[in-house]
């Protein structure tokens, strides 16, 4: 369990606001965030690490890539976050970047993971 100030500062950021609502339901490795988000990697890396140390984030290790996605214990409050707030959307264009590069999967660098590849179904808001 993480305390409430790591927790909020985690989301208080645009970029990690932004991968969050990125990995609540794929799991996407650091250079799949990097190009959705047109960032350096290691940018997207030290962003990442504040999101996981906060506890927000499971990963799934496949060969030299690390996926993360949003955990199961914090799903419903960010979910929750997203409906409250109509900023809390995901922005048009990071979808989109985001539905390009996972078509893109197959033929990338990355293999995906595998304990973390089922996609989370959003549930439907009120």
Not at 5 to 18: E, K, P, Q, Y
Not at 45 to 64: D, F, N, P, T
Not at 103 to 125: D, F, H, Q
Request: hydrophobic letters at 40%.
């Amino acid at each position: 369990m993480t305390n409430a100030v790591t927790f909020t500062r985690a989301l208080a950021d645009d970029t990690r606001w932004r991968i969050v609502r990125l990995v609540m339901d794929h799991a996407l490795c650091v250079c799949e965030l990097a190009d959705i988000l047109g960032m350096p990697q290691s940018s997207v890396s030290s962003h990442v690490q504040v999101i996981r140390k906060a506890g927000l984030l499971e990963s799934e290790k496949c060969e030299k890539w690390t996926y993360f996605r949003i955990t199961r214990q914090y799903l419903p409050l960010v979910r929750s976050i997203v409906r409250h707030f109509a900023e809390g959307a995901l922005d048009t264009n990071d979808a989109t970047k985001a539905a390009e590069r996972l078509s893109e999967r197959e033929n990338s660098c990355c293999p995906g993971p595998k304990r973390l590849a089922t996609r989370r179904k959003a549930k439907a808001t009120p």
